[in-house]
Nanobody
Framework: QAQVVESGGGLVQPGGSLRLSCAAS????????MGWHRQAPGKQRELVAS???????YYADSVKGRFTISRDNAKNTVYLQMNSLKPEDTAVYYC??????????????WGQGTQVTVSS
């Protein structure tokens, strides 16, 4: 079993910055991808950014140029640097870790979520 712990959320004014961290522990010997999703009230969960084990990076159009995803493989940790935050970025941000199991199976693990609120 893997455990995923997120941190770094909080209240910030428009234009401000936050840095989210996601650390995976436990049975995480074959991580395929780590990424960030967000879900605002009344909205569907949205993939914000992801970082695959092969180095492929994805950003949602809404955050390109403002958010940066990075990773520290030695620590099994992924970060999301969020700059120029807007009120529409307000959401619960969830870290997802996709792990490869034997026989080609995959399993995804989710963090508990961290609240990001952008408001003046």
């Amino acid at each position: 079993q893997a455990q995923v712990v997120e941190s770094g959320g909080g209240l910030v004014q428009p234009g401000g910055s936050l840095r989210l961290s996601c650390a995976a522990s436990g049975s995480v010997f074959s991580i395929l991808e780590m990424g960030w999703h967000r879900q605002a009230p009344g909205k569907q969960r949205e993939l914000v950014a992801s970082f695959s084990s092969g180095g492929a990076i994805y950003y949602a159009d809404s955050v390109k140029g403002r958010f940066t995803i990075s990773r520290d493989n030695a620590k099994n940790t992924v970060y999301l640097q969020m700059n120029s935050l807007k009120p529409e970025d307000t959401a619960v941000y969830y870290c997802e870790v996709i792990i490869e199991l034997r026989r080609g199976a995959q399993r995804n693990y989710w963090g508990q979520g961290t609240q990001v609120t952008v408001s003046s």
